[in-house]
């Protein structure tokens, strides 16, 4: 009697966890919709706030980690944007190192790298890889499947943690930006690019009537004697 009751249970156990299953996916289904419903509606807040940004300013850190090349480096510069299509990040550390898109072209000049060496794309088919600004804010319901993660805190600021996977093929695989969780303003990024590296840039300071901008921000010249490789 004791061995056939221990069989039932385990037979009316299976039973049970077969019938809660279907339920349970159901739940996680719902959950994850609703997690997507959250993430978009938080990033889409951030692309109607920076829409009507004509130019902003602030500084920037980056990690960048290169598993292939065994790279792990970090940087800090200042970044400036002017819509609809100017961006650069020059960086102070290490000095002299730039990423511009003036445009027409994307410029990104390594000299603590590569001093005699330079690369030019155009901006059509690039741009939005270095500009994440526009990357990510502009219109991102038609670009991206969105969704909720996390709160974390980023430079001081509690901000919310987004998943963004491509709807389309694109140069990396995802991206996880961090927007304000009290003003709608993006305080991180980090890209997961095709090939295992991880570029992630953190902005502070944010300024968006910079009165002291250089007017040849954005705009690069390659030193003499350097290669220029178009790409």
Known sequence: MMKGSYFA??????????????????????????????????????????????ILCADFTQHLLVPLLGEDRIGAGRLCQSRPNRFAMRFSDPDGDLVLLDGAFVWLYYPSLDPKQVFKMPMVENGGHYDFHREFLDQPAKKYQVTYEDKDEVAGETTDR?????????????????????????????????????RTITIQRIDFDPISLPEDWFTFTPPKGVHVISG
């Open 9 to 54: 249970n385990v037979q009316l156990l299976l039973l049970m966890v077969l019938a809660l299953t279907p339920n349970s996916r159901s739940a996680q289904t719902a959950a994850s919709r609703v997690d997507q419903v959250a993430g978009m509606k938080i990033l889409e807040s951030a692309s109607i706030f920076y829409r009507d940004i004509d």
């Open 162 to 198: 987004l998943r963004l996977i491509p709807l389309k093929p694109t140069s990396y695989d995802a991206a996880v930006v961090w927007i304000d969780s009290k003003r709608p303003l993006l305080r991180q990024v980090r890209i997961e690019e095709e090939n295992g590296s991880i």
